[in-house]
């Protein structure tokens, strides 16, 4: 292949063709392909060109000279894009089409060409869904602000309305910044690591409306912390307070330290009648509307009757093995993470939950534990991080042959190699993309295999 003559800065027209599975428009000059930002199919758009790789290189659109029918006005691109909401220029629809297909594409890339992908199943209403929002926090013209990153980059875009976000966390957010910048607190300089408040996460609990704020800190002494805390908690709303100190030059938000400066450890939620505590670390999914239609799926799929030994592999804080352990005999999680298993434990007996263990350990070693003592598993539920099914988990499965494996992805990509793996084993049911992310390009999806 020829590389063309492009440099960065130049400004370019260029006719899009696709849409990667980044959400970005796909161009091709000659047959270098250019990923432009704010471009849809179909469209003819003014670009400048970002960057210029081997192969590859990245534009940003600059203005659309023909508009795709599939575009959405009532939304600043630019804005939405700032990172958060990098789809939602493309119409709801034609979003749920494109995560569909994207499932599609890859499954027919590893050659599994036959198996069925139904329609994806959307939200009703597809924006303020987040129950969790991590606000970076700058010095900005002198005042404390808070806003989002651009793209690619660790510029803060001040933003108050995050459109995907519970509207009673974007108050929150906007609430203790006041109350910030009422006592002169600084946000945090990251180019001189000097500053003060790096992150504001909050939680609100979509069916109990607790909320949890921490702030996190690049270092331990707030001036006024007493005030803040006392003005934080003015709010009926807010039931929990923490401190996270975190003076590393780093991209990973929480540090070492969490202290609760008011009010209880976690906030409780609800997920299919099942009350969950929630602690500051705890992975607990972040859309509830969808996570409940997920799950209800999930365990439909499985088909219990109520005699089976169910496997909750990545359980995180027992969520579905939680919520399908009355449909059971007994379920064991496993979870690499120890509080998460804590957590797990701690919930099957706030819910009153007896058939319910919970491991610490990587699913792969701890399966390959139980092939090897030839234990037996009916029914085997994952919901694996991106990369995917460890290759030595297949291989245990082959040997420990459950009857059924329930798969929830958030990789469409490792989804279709692991079950061209396991197709020689397994028939392999119908895919359903279940869209847990709206107006971002992150696709979810769930599919039962069954023993042949
Ligand atoms: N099923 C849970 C959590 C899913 S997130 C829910 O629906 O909320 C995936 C979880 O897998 C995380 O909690 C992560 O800590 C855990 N994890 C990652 N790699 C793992 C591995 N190899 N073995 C077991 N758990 C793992």
Do not use: C, E
């Given at each position: 292949m020829q590389k063309p003559n492009l440099k960065k800065n130049q400004k370019i027209e260029l006719t899009i063709e696709d849409l990667s599975y980044e959400g970005k428009g796909v161009a091709k000059v000659d047959d270098f392909t250019l990923f432009v930002d704010n471009a849809l199919p179909g469209e003819v758009v003014n670009a400048v060109i970002t960057r210029i790789n081997k192969n590859f290189g990245f534009a940003r659109t600059l203005d659309v000279i023909k508009e795709s029918p599939?575009?959405?006005?009532?939304?600043?691109a630019i804005y939405a894009q700032?990172?958060?909401?990098?789809?939602?220029?493309?119409?709801y629809d034609k979003q749920l089409e494109f995560k569909r297909n994207q499932v599609v594409v890859d499954f027919n890339k590893i050659g599994l060409k036959d198996v069925v992908v139904n329609e994806t199943l959307g939200m009703e209403s597809p924006f303020n869904y987040r129950n969790k929002a991590q606000v970076p926090v700058r010095q900005i013209n002198g005042k404390l602000t808070t806003g989002f990153y651009r793209r690619r980059s660790h510029d803060l875009v001040p933003m108050e309305n995050f459109l995907i976000q519970d509207p009673k966390i974007d108050e929150e957010i906007i609430k203790v910044r006041d109350i910030l910048r009422k006592y002169k607190v600084r946000g945090f300089d990251e180019e001189n690591q000097k500053g003060q408040i790096r992150t504001i996460m909050v939680r609100r609990a979509?069916?109990?409306g607790e909320m949890m704020v921490v702030l996190v800190s690049r270092t331990r002494d707030i001036s006024h912390y007493k005030d803040i805390t006392n003005e934080i908690m003015d709010?009926?709303?807010?039931?929990s307070l923490y401190l996270n100190v975190n003076s590393k030059n780093t991209n990973v938000i929480f540090g070492q330290e969490m202290t609760l400066l008011a009010g209880k450890k976690y906030i409780d939620d609800k997920i299919l009648g099942h009350t969950y505590r929630i602690s500051p670390r705890s992975f607990y999914q972040v859309n509830p509307v969808q996570t409940q239609n997920l799950y209800k799926m999930a365990i439909d799929k499985a088909e219990l009757t109520g005699k089976e030994e169910v496997v909750d592999a990545y359980?995180?804080?027992?969520t579905i093995g939680l919520s399908l352990a009355d449909k059971a005999k007994h379920v064991t999680g496993i979870e690499v993470i120890e509080d998460a298993v804590k957590d797990a434990d701690q919930n099957a007996k706030l819910n009153g939950i007896e058939n319910a263990d919970f491991v610490v350990g990587k699913t792969e070693d701890v399966l390959d534990e139980w092939a090897k003592n030839n234990m037996s598993v009916d029914v085997l539920m994952v919901d694996p991080?991106?990369?995917?099914?460890a290759n030595s988990l297949i291989d245990s499965l082959k040997n420990i042959q459950p009857k059924k494996i329930v798969y929830i992805s958030c990789n469409p990509a490792t989804l279709a190699r692991d079950l061209s793996l396991l197709s020689d084993t397994y028939e392999i049911g119908d895919v359903t993309p279940v869209d847990m992310f709206p107006m971002t390009n992150h696709i979810e999806s769930v599919v039962a295999l069954t023993l042949k």
């Open positions: 599939d575009r959405v006005h009532d939304i600043d700032t990172g958060i909401a990098p789809l939602s220029h493309l119409k979509y069916f109990t709010n009926p709303d807010v039931k359980s995180g804080i027992g991080p991106r990369k995917g099914l």
